[in-house]
């Protein structure tokens, strides 16, 4: 089935009621007015040749005509492709290169950036801008198309989405998500959570990422409530908003950046029958000041962007602050030794995961997806977990070299390849400094061709700025005259934090 037919499917029952509410702008949309525009841009691309599977590449700011955009390139069969708005000219040109999309919509702004792009690469593009709600060319032409449409057939293992994520080497790679696997999750997290009539989500999460877009999105849009949309997370305005809402999504710095905030109060939550939490490991002592502040226990759950949501803590359930919970029905979570034989309760191993919520593989690498699975058929996650003897589901650590900023993913092979181009740096190790904003930031220690040699940190964060998004441009940067190694060769990520990667 299209995820597009069950995600409208109480559209039309719910037709006057508001499905997405900015209060930064004041533009309300009800739900007929969000599946007419999403029928609009459907038609739209229809007229312009889309094909299924057909990617449309999508670099804009949140808004409710961007979730129409969303919606509407499911409904005409293609495959959905957001970007960060954060990302580059270099880094957009890779996509761009690797995805071969057939439409690329985004701000005016950038127009120029992918006009040159289209002139670059062997596979051309239809291009359309969309800024603010309303505006751009992207809207322009879909005000004349016909406000209803066809939903397009596709099966459970089509693609609807693909989304680029980074890998311990190298360049980043598609990770090739189906309607099947969008809808299972939706489902099963609908259920789990307990999402009701009336339920209404404070979203201010970006919607290029799983979280944004799938997590939050799909369970509000299959329970046909209202989202109160925040183009960004702002801890004052939310406050002002969280009295209407019922249900909030964020990664932890969302809730300790809450509670920095001397007004907020429990009144303030008081409506709020579920906080939820992920995307980043969340810190005991935030789990135990919010319950304090609020009386709310904020609910705990873990997910990859390969894979949608695995655990959730409970909803009627004990909700174990450092733990993510038992996996979700339908997923198998499973800790195995060095040798893929399993560990028994408590035990730290490699976190691995199978279910209907498992992507399709990376977009024309089929020998890195055939790596990051068994023999039997599970999808190796690069976590460390424990599953306790009560099946609660904890993260310990990571195999894979990978910080977590802010609820972003920095691989730090990517940030090193930026700087060992950069003149007068010999070599680089990216590891992640304790923040107390971000959970982590990124560091880097740098040694120079020529100890002498002038190189300063700012040239280096300006140097890293043309190349790369701005949440991975290191932070922290130390000299050395050489990087600690072990007897085989190996830099000693570890010695660097411990040296330099406190707060
Ligand atoms: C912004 N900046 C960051 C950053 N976000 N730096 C490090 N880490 C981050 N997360 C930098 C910018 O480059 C800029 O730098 C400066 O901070 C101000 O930018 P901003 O956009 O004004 O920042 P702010 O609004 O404060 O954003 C912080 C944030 C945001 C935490 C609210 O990053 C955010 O919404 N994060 C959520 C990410 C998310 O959705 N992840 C889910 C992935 S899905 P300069 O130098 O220019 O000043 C996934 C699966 C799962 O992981 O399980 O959910
Ligand atoms: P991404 O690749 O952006 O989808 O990020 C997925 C990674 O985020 C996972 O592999 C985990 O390392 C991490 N992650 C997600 N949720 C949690 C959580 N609740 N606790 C700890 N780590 C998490």
């Not at 060319?137 to 609807?160: G, H, I, P, Q």
């Not at 090739?176 to 009336?198: R, T």
């Not at 001397?262 to 935030?286: C, D, K, M, W």
């Amino acid at each position: 089935m299209n995820l597009y037919q069950a995600l409208s499917e109480k559209f039309s029952a719910a037709g006057d009621r508001v499905a997405v509410r900015m209060p930064e702008t004041g533009l309300q949309w009800t739900f007929k007015q969000l599946a007419e525009r999403a029928a609009q841009y459907a038609n739209l691309l229809t007229e312009n040749g889309i094909k299924p599977g057909d990617r449309v590449a999508v670099q804009v700011e949140k808004g409710a005509d961007a979730l129409a955009l969303y919606l509407g390139v499911l409904q005409s069969g293609g495959t959905y492709l957001p970007m960060n708005t954060a990302y580059t000219p270099n880094e957009l040109q890779y996509f761009v290169e690797n995805a071969e999309p057939a439409f690329v919509v985004c701000s005016t702004g950038q127009s120029s950036v992918f006009s040159s792009i289209n002139d670059n690469v062997k596979s051309h593009f239809k291009l359309f801008t969309l800024d603010q709600d309303g505006v751009g060319t992207l809207c322009d032409s879909a005000d004349s198309m016909a406000k209803s449409f066809e939903t397009v057939e596709r099966d459970d293992n089509d693609l609807a989405s693909i989304l680029y994520t980074s890998g311990t080497t190298g360049r980043p790679k598609g990770a090739m998500i189906s309607h099947g696997n969008l809808l299972s999750n939706g489902k099963v997290l609908l259920d789990y959570w307990g999402w009701e009539e009336g339920d209404t989500l404070l979203h201010a999460l970006p919607i290029f990422h799983v979280h944004g877009l799938f997590v939050a999105c799909s369970c509000a849009l299959l329970n046909a409530g209202e989202m109160i949309f925040f183009k960004k997370f702002d801890a004052r305005m939310v406050m002002e908003e969280l009295p209407n809402a019922t249900v909030m999504m964020g990664v932890p710095t969302f809730y300790t950046r809450l509670l920095t905030e001397q007004t907020f109060t429990r009144e303030l939550a008081e409506n709020v029958r579920l906080f939820i939490s992920g995307s980043a490991p969340l810190l005991e002592e935030t789990f135990n000041e919010f319950e304090a502040r609020t009386g709310k226990r904020i609910l705990e759950r873990y997910g990859m962007t390969e894979t949608g949501m695995n655990t959730s803590n409970p909803l009627d359930g004990e909700r174990i602050a450092g733990t993510v919970g038992y996996p979700l029905p339908g997923t198998e979570v499973r800790i195995m030794d060095g040798n893929n034989k399993p560990m028994g309760a408590g035990e730290v191993g490699s976190l691995q995961v199978k279910g209907p919520n498992v992507f399709q593989g990376y977009w024309r690498m089929p020998e890195k997806t055939a790596e990051e699975f068994t023999a039997d058929g599970f999808f190796i996650t690069g976590d460390l977990g424990t599953i306790d003897a009560k099946g609660y589901v904890s993260i310990v650590g990571r195999s894979k070299d990978l910080i977590i900023s802010g609820g972003y993913n920095i691989y730090p092979k990517e940030v090193e390849m930026i700087l060992n181009d950069i003149e007068g740096v010999d070599e680089s190790a990216v590891f992640a400094f304790e923040h107390p904003d971000f959970g982590e930031g990124v560091a880097a220690a740098i040694v120079k061709t020529d100890s002498q040699a002038e190189l300063n940190k700012e040239d280096l964060i300006a140097a890293c700025k043309e190349q790369i998004a701005g949440f991975k441009v290191p932070r922290r940067i130390v000299f050395l005259e050489e990087l600690p190694r072990n007897t085989m060769g190996k830099v000693q990520k570890n010695v660097l934090r411990d040296l330099y990667g406190k707060q």
